[in-house]
């Protein structure tokens, strides 16, 4: 299933959420309980809106956080109307998250339940404080089975569809790999680092990758680097096309070109990019302590 598809029923489910958690809030008898109910409402109408618009998940940002407050905002306002509602806990530790986040959740977990002992028998409270650790758990195993697969699907994913721009652990796989091309075809290929400011890295990564041959890649190495690989018939073919591609780089980055088959440490070309300081330094030969 194509990925445009499952972001559309998800967009279904939370629009249908937030009608449910917009007619509770109608319906609701006290202020306090409305008011949650509609900022949980308007949080899940954004959140729908802004699904299909994202072209990177932000797996570091922790979205998780606003639902895990209103469920726990809820169940202590008012308990006995949204008792059920103990349960979402565990759905809420299922979803990837931050680890503080996961902490967080779980410890206002523990509290909502802890703060439902007066509307509860003893027996009553002690079962379900029982299954809610048996469900928690449940989440928490599967969250981290989604971790790994995200971990393993990044490793191989791009990170703006359409583009041929790769996470970095394709890097060293590719630059073996198109160095034992350049060896055998007599073909120049080179490695392009750039340095930049954060907040130019995803637009220029975008522009640099529309410009990139089929057969060309991109890369992200961190939050301020980039890498292509450029492969060219001879080295003046690689200098003339090297010129067109960054001409409108920003003079406050920093560009270092590594041809291939000299290619030494790629994490001492990485500090020497940060160390140098000239606007583009182009190595054909590079030697290495």
């Given at each position: ?73 809820l169940l202590w306002v008012t308990p006995d109307r949204h008792l059920t509602w103990l349960w979402a806990w565990a759905i809420l530790l299922m979803v990837p998250q931050p680890r503080w986040v ?104 975008e522009r640099l990758c529309q410009r990139l041959r089929p057969f060309e890649n991109g890369y992200r190495l961190d939050r301020r680097t980039l890498a292509l690989l450029l492969i060219h018939r ?39 990019l940060k160390r140098q300081a000239r606007h583009i330094e182009a190595r054909e030969i590079v030697h290495h302590d």
């Open positions: 299933m194509l990925s445009k598809y499952k972001v559309g029923l998800m967009r279904v489910n939370l629009l249908i959420a937030a009608g449910l958690a917009s007619f509770l809030a109608i319906t609701a008898e006290t202020l306090p309980d409305a008011l949650l109910l509609g900022l949980a409402a308007l949080w899940l109408t954004v959140t729908a809106s802004q699904a299909a618009r994202r072209r990177r998940h932000p797996a570091t940002v922790p979205w998780q956080l606003l639902p895990g407050l209103l469920l726990a905002a996961l902490l967080l959740n779980a410890a206002l977990a523990v509290t909502s339940w802890w703060h439902l002992r007066p509307s509860l028998d003893t027996e009553q409270w002690a079962l379900a404080g029982l299954l809610l650790a048996g469900l928690m758990l449940l989440g928490l195993a599967r969250a981290l089975e989604l971790q790994a697969l995200q971990r393993r699907i990044r490793h191989r994913a791009r990170l703006l569809p359409g583009l041929p721009l790769w996470p970095s652990q394709c890097l060293r796989h590719d630059v073996q790999r198109e160095r034992e091309r350049a060896r055998r075809e007599d073909s120049h290929v080179e490695l392009v680092l750039l340095h930049v400011r954060r907040r130019q890295l995803w637009s220029l990564a001879d080295a003046e073919q690689a200098a003339e096309r090297r010129r067109v591609l960054l001409a409108d780089i920003d003079d406050s980055a920093r560009v270092r070109v590594i041809a291939l088959p000299r290619l030494g440490s790629l994490s001492g070309e990485r500090r020497a």
